[in-house]
């Protein structure tokens, strides 16, 4: 058996595990599988090539150094360090290395990282970008509307089923990170627009389709991730809109406008979703910063 066909073993083994034994999202799964891949690689490159069970600190950091030299964003490192010590906890216990050779090495420090957030102005040219005279111009402003009044991944949003849906009570149900379930209340401008798709658009969409999935295509399957990030590139540039958003703003800017009108910490926490609320605050930074602006435009001594 080659070098090769003992890594390919290694990362198939593992991933089953994680699947498996662990229950992590299809998502999760792909992430350890190209970060351990690209570590395998590296290994298999190295003179003479490195064996599974003669990796070090010293291997480990090595390689770490030559992502960093490759220009991987700093973030992206502490990935795949974090990827890496998972891999290794469970290669220790297979008893495929004696040693545990990341118990010696630490991540870099995550890097101070403020989103990007639409203004309220920009969110309206954003919202007036569809052509609601057409049926796809109708979704897709429904989808810009859902995105903005509840704050929900992309992921989650074209996973959205029509048994998530509780209008009359102005309710979303979801499932996010972790399969943990929340409940989202949804205004009522995103929840006209939604009724508006799903009685006048959706019917028309295919003929063979997704029973289900709320956002469908022309063809009448659900839409992707990667679709929904092209359309809304697309309609950022319609809006003339010069910042750096992806489906993510959305979310982030609905966190941001709804703690810069008073909501607390904790709720915005729920609303996102997020396990633990250090994940929250950095939404505060740029509530601070918003202050701060406010300050120095409006105070005459500022």
């Not at 290669?91 to 990341?102: G, Q």
């Not at 006048?200 to 295919?206: D, F, Q, W």
């Amino acid at each position: 058996m080659t070098e090769r066909d003992i890594f390919e073993d290694y990362l198939q083994d593992y991933l089953h595990y994680v699947v498996v034994e662990r229950g992590l999202s299809a998502n999760t799964r792909l992430s350890y599988q190209q970060d351990l891949k690209q570590f395998f690689e590296f290994l298999k490159k190295l003179q003479p090539q490195v064996k599974l069970e003669a990796v070090d600190r010293y291997t480990i950091m090595n390689f770490l150094n030559t992502l960093s030299e490759e220009g991987k964003a700093r973030n992206s490192v502490i990935r795949m360090v974090s990827a890496l010590r998972k891999f290794f906890q469970y290669a220790t216990r297979e008893k495929w290395v004696a040693i545990d050779p990341m118990t010696q090495v630490q991540p870099p420090k995550k890097a101070a990282h403020l989103p990007a957030v639409l203004t309220l102005p920009e969110v309206e040219r954003l919202l007036q970008v569809p052509d609601v005279s057409t049926t796809l111009g109708i979704r897709n402003r429904t989808i810009l509307e859902v995105m903005y009044a509840t704050g929900l991944r992309v992921s989650e949003l074209v996973n959205l089923k029509l048994d998530n849906l509780h209008l009359d009570l102005g309710l979303i149900q979801t499932v996010g990170k972790g399969d943990k379930e929340r409940i989202i209340p949804i205004g009522d401008i995103a929840a006209y627009w939604l009724t508006k798709y799903l009685h006048e658009v959706r019917p028309l969409l295919g003929k063979e389709q997704d029973e289900q999935i709320i956002f469908l295509n022309g063809h009448g399957h659900g839409l992707t991730r990667q679709g929904i990030w092209k359309l809304i590139k697309q309609w950022v540039i319609e809006a003339g809109i010069t910042k750096d958003v992806s489906p993510h703003t959305l979310r982030h800017s609905f966190a941001t406008h709804i703690l810069e009108n008073g909501a607390d910490l904790r709720i915005v926490q729920e609303l996102l979703g997020h396990a633990d609320i250090s994940t929250t605050q950095i939404y505060t930074h740029v509530s601070d910063k918003h202050l701060r602006e406010v300050y120095e435009k409006n105070h005459p001594r500022a």
